[in-house]
């Protein structure tokens, strides 16, 4: 099992940026991909991007592709979420999360790991 801390949310007026990180420790040589998702209030939790643990391989939803970028440091560890441009509606909790033998990273359930989530909340 892998742990996974987030920090990095906050409060950020539109058009602003905030940069999301994510620690994993434990089992992590038998992680595959990792990712993020966000949870809005009275939402479902959405898929935001992700990037897979070996390769460099990276993959956004629509709705932030062009304005996202995720990385990973592997010497510590980390994943991080750069989000720049922001929008009102990306106000949510953003989970970090990481499994093995993923098949369809945008598929939630396909993760065994999460992190514990920190809110981003942009005002207009």
């Known amino acids: 099992q892998v742990q996974l801390v987030e920090s990095g949310g906050g409060l950020v007026q539109a058009g602003g940026s905030l940069r999301l990180s994510c620690e994993a420790s434990?089992?992590?040589?038998?992680?595959?991909?990792m990712g993020w998702f966000r949870q809005a209030p009275r939402k479902e939790r959405e898929f935001v991007a992700a990037?897979?643990?070996?390769?460099?391989?990276?993959y956004y939803a629509d709705s932030v592709k062009g304005r996202f970028t995720i990385s990973r440091d592997k010497a510590k560890n980390t994943l991080f979420l750069q989000m720049d441009a922001l929008k009102p509606e990306d106000t949510a909790v953003y989970y970090c999360?990481?499994?093995?033998?993923?098949?369809?990273?945008?598929?939630?359930?396909?993760?065994?790991?999460w992190g514990q989530g920190t809110q981003v909340t942009v005002s207009s």
């Open positions: 990037i897979s643990w070996s390769g460099n391989i990276p």
């Open positions: 434990g089992r992590t040589f038998s992680s595959n991909a």
């Open positions: 999360a990481s499994g093995p033998r993923i098949t369809s990273v945008r598929v939630a359930t396909q993760y065994n790991s």
